[in-house]
């Protein structure tokens, strides 16, 4: 007489118990890519626990030369934040926003800024983060987005 209720009890849990999935964790944590490690670890020391980071181009690599991959296209289409330099910096990121069809919102964080100028010929600079002012500019640009 009990058997059945019973059985349809264990049957309902087990059915809950594999559409709740254990192996994905469930995160609050928004989505952030940075363009590049520098841009990273500045977002990564104001979001800290509360963002979920992914840089493009790690450390050691070369923006300017930079090759986006499947991976990166992945990211921004996951990503609810973008964070980058500007300047001309990321020659290759709006081909891949675009490509990706990422909906995220992009912050750059020279705008507002006057690019350093190089000492030969006054070219433009879009290393900003050599001037502690312009970094601290940058990490204010990250806490308001």
Known sequence: MFRKPILLVVSLALLLAACANPAVPTTNKLKVV???????????????????????????????????????????????????????????????????????????VSDGLEPLRSEEGGEADPHLWHSAANAVHMVKAIRDA
């Open 34 to 108: 940075a363009t590049f490690s520098i841009l990273g670890d500045l977002a990564q020391n104001v979001g800290g626990d509360r963002i979920e980071l992914h840089a493009l181009v790690g450390p050691g690599l070369d923006t300017h030369t930079f090759e986006p991959g499947p991976a990166d296209s992945i990211a921004l289409t996951e990503a609810s934040l973008i964070f980058e330099n500007g300047l001309e910096f990321e020659p290759w990121l709006d081909d891949l926003y675009v490509a990706s069809g990422s909906e995220a919102g992009r912050a750059v």
